[in-house]
């Protein structure tokens, strides 16, 4: 599955994993923005990632 550009600023994004900060339930994926750092929605999956950050509104 692709990742689309940030929304917010056209840069590429990138998925990763871990269980940091982020991830309050323990494990889990998330997509972000390799320039403006904006975060996607968290996901079970990395494809469950990719899908939350691929619905989300494009810059017009």
Same mark, same amino acid.
């Given at each position: 599955?692709?990742?689309?550009? %940030?929304?917010?600023?056209?840069?590429? $994004?990138?998925?990763?994993? &871990?269980? /940091?900060?982020?991830?309050?339930?323990?494990?889990?994926?998330? %997509?972000?923005?390799?320039?403006?750092? $904006?975060?996607?929605?968290? &996901?079970? /999956?990395?494809?469950?990632?990719?899908?939350?950050?691929?619905?989300?509104?494009?810059?017009?």
């Amino acid at each position: 599955m692709k990742i689309k550009p %940030c929304p917010f600023c056209g840069g590429k $994004a990138w998925a990763y994993s &871990g269980s /940091t900060y982020h991830f309050e339930s323990g494990f889990g994926w998330i %997509c972000a923005c390799k320039a403006c750092d $904006a975060q996607g929605e968290i &996901g079970k /999956t990395k494809a469950e990632a990719i899908k939350n950050w691929n619905r989300r509104v494009e810059k017009e």
